[in-house]
């Protein structure tokens, strides 16, 4: 289920909740509705208002959090890639098919990348990519003929290295870091809130509008949370132009 639709569930689920404090209302007797009733459920649902925010506060910090720290790692390895290919043209013209094929790997990791998803409850395990594996064996097959040469391949097989780290690190990292039971606790109490509001006070156009504002608002936080937490997809997902093009193409 993608954010749109999640967020779309917590906003009938919530503005539900009104719907059903106004319900309920003409259904309670006057001894319900004494003011001390009236005192203790707004000190209640103060209480739940405020677990509320800072829940949604530990999940709008976790998403950004998540979100910044894969932008961080996919910067990483466009810079790691392009130091890479500056050794190996350093190197000489024997590095040049390896620099080929760097080139011409970089749109299969993208893609494995950006597309890549963690299925719920089942094992997955990391499959390297043939095009990587063969790069590898081949830069560890040059043969260096100077002092220059061997440090230039010491450094491109360190940066590789450092590389495919970067890449394992996605791989665990995939999937969302939003524990689903934060996020089922936290509707509730906003829809415990939202009855209360009908509850024990009169319902009208206006209060009604403001309350369906309010409950669009909560809905566009979670979307918002939802999308920052998946950050290869969705409206603000991270680009994957600058890792594409970060080589330049090999002139004949």
């Given at each position: 289920m993608n954010a749109l639709l999640i967020s779309l569930l917590v906003f009938a689920i919530v503005f539900g909740g009104a719907l059903l404090g106004a319900v309920l209302r003409p259904l309670l007797s006057e001894k319900h509705l004494q003011s001390d009733a009236k005192d203790i459920v707004k000190m209640a649902t103060g209480l739940i208002g405020t677990l509320a925010a800072l829940v949604l506060g530990l999940l709008i910090a976790s998403a950004k959090g998540s979100s910044d720290l894969k932008s961080s790692q996919i910067r990483q390895m466009t810079a790691t890639t392009i130091l890479l290919d500056e050794l190996l043209a350093q190197y000489g013209p024997e590095a040049t098919p390896l620099r080929t094929l760097l080139r011409q790997s970089i749109p299969a990791i993208a893609d494995r990348i950006w597309r890549e998803e963690i299925p719920t409850g089942r094992a997955v395990h990391y499959e390297s990519n043939a095009q990587a594996?063969?790069?590898?064996?081949?830069?560890?097959?040059?043969?260096?003929?100077?002092?220059?040469?061997?440090?230039?391949q010491s450094r491109a097989i360190a940066a590789f290295t450092e590389g495919a780290r970067t890449r394992l690190l996605l791989f665990a990292q995939a999937g969302g870091s939003i524990p689903t039971p934060f996020l089922i606790i936290l509707v509730f109490w906003l829809s415990a809130i939202f009855v209360s509001f009908t509850l024990f006070g009169q319902t009208n156009p206006v209060v009604m509008t403001t309350l369906f504002v309010c409950a669009l608002s909560f809905a566009g936080a979670i979307f918002l949370v939802l999308e920052l937490d998946n950050p290869f997809t969705g409206l603000m997902g991270i680009s994957s132009a600058t890792l594409r093009g970060a080589l330049l193409p090999l002139t004949p």
């Open positions: 594996l063969t790069f590898e064996n081949e830069l560890e097959r040059l043969t260096p003929k100077n002092d220059a040469q061997r440090s230039l």
